[in-house]
């Protein structure tokens, strides 16, 4: 079975960081995208950024570019999201996902499945 | 960049009716465009991938149509267990590149 596991819940300060994590198993870690979405409280879905672990091509959204950093470990299978120093207004739940064609390592478009989320709160 | 657009952001409707939510993108996004639902307190689910075609396990209940610019999805009976929140998604893939609809609501009557 393809499944993508989220670290825990955190409750962090301000100016605090945080690295969060995204595993994969049942599937060719390496050869899949593992994107990253916000989910603010009672709001929408936004995009964040994709990571391709075969090679760590990283793209971000202009609006978190300089925000977070999006990294994975394939030795572990493991997709990361992290932040060096957070502010309230990354209280949000954040989910991994995973996209793509194992032929050709192109980004499908869609996602498919979707970890659990971790919720982040930061809060002083 | 490209804007995406629902409508209506929130609909309430009873067992058994058709339920239709359209996604408008602000340029030619050919067929590049999922739907998801995500119920409450769950994750989002894919349903639909460009534009009409049904993922794997998903009722046929659920189907989605369009190109271009103007999107539909429809839920032809509507069941209890389809309360969400339903969300459009386009996309480009040289390089990757990802944008959700705002959402749209749906309850029971």
């Known amino acids: 079975e393809v499944q993508l596991v989220q670290s825990g819940a955190e409750v962090k300060k301000p100016g605090e960081s945080l690295k969060i994590s995204c595993k994969g198993s049942g599937y060719s870690f390496t050869s899949y995208w593992i994107g990253w979405v916000r989910q603010m409280p009672g709001k929408g879905l936004e995009w964040m950024g994709i990571i391709y672990p075969g090679d760590s091509d990283t793209r971000y959204s202009p609006s978190f570019q300089g925000q977070v950093t999006i990294s994975a470990d394939k030795s572990i299978s493991t997709a990361y999201l992290q932040w060096s120093s957070l502010k309230a207004s990354d209280t949000a739940m954040y989910y991994c996902a995973r996209s793509g064609d194992i032929l050709t390592g192109y980004f499908m478009g869609w996602f498919d499945p979707w970890g659990q989320g971790t919720l982040v709160t930061v809060s002083s | 960049d490209i804007q995406m657009t629902q409508s209506p952001s929130s609909l309430s409707a009873s067992v058994g009716d058709r339920v239709t939510i359209t996604c408008q993108a602000s340029q030619d996004i050919s067929n590049y465009l999922n739907w998801y639902q995500q119920k409450p307190g769950k994750a989002p689910k894919l349903l639909i991938y460009?534009?009409?075609n049904l993922e794997t396990g998903v009722p046929s209940r659920f189907s989605g149509s369009g190109s271009g610019t103007d999107f539909t999805f429809t839920i032809s009976s509507l069941q209890p267990e389809d309360i969400a929140t339903y969300y459009c998604q386009q996309y480009d893939n040289l390089p990757p590149k990802v944008t959700f609809g705002p959402g749209t609501k749906v309850d029971i009557k």
């Open positions: 460009d534009a009409s």
